[in-house]
Structures are given as C-alpha cells and as structure tokens.
C-alpha cells in the first residue's frame, strides 16, 4: 500500500506543484518501485523471469538516461521508470500467502 501512495505522489508531482515532491518525483517512483520489488513476491503463475528482467532493464534504462543525455531516453525517462513499475506490480502476487 505504502509503494502505490508514494507511486501515485511522485506522478502528482509532474502535474501539480508538490514541495520537494515535484523535484525528486523520479526519484520517488525510483524508491515506490523498490518498496514494491521488497515486499511483494513474483506471481507463481506467469512467467517470472521475463518479467522481473523486463523490470531491471527498464529500470536501468530510465536511471542511466537521467545522468547520460540519450536522445529519446532521458526526456521521457520518467515515463519509463513508470513502465517498469507497472510491469512490476503487473507481475507480482498482490497477495502475501
């Protein structure tokens, strides 16, 4: 729950002047991201590995494409961080059985 709220206040802040939140909202969704990789397991029923290294590379992608100027990359590198979470919570149990 804590990783949506924080996922949901980092996207807020593109749209709407949040103090702090609105200059490290990357970086929010960076640490939403790691809360919700830390908590939550894979979903037994998909296949885990495509998606768990679909999460890393796109991961990675968005953090390199905000030090490193790649041209398409780091203008939307929020966008993909936000895919990768996406794609995490889309792959993983909601459930703590």
């Known amino acids: 729950m804590v990783s949506l709220v924080i996922a949901i206040v980092a996207v807020l802040g593109l ?16 640490g939403a991201l790691l809360v919700w990789e830390g908590v ?25 494409g905000v030090f490193v100027e790649i041209p398409i990359i780091t203008d939307y590198a929020f966008w993909i961080l936000a895919a990768a979470y996406l794609v995490s919570v889309g792959s993983s149990g909601f459930s703590r059985n």
């Open 15 to 30: 749209f709407v002047e949040i103090p702090i939140v609105s200059d490290y909202a990357f970086w929010f969704l960076v």
């Open 40 to 64: 939550h397991r894979p979903n037994p029923k998909i296949r885990v590995r495509v998606w768990s290294m679909l999460t890393i590379v796109l991961l990675l992608v968005a953090i390199v």
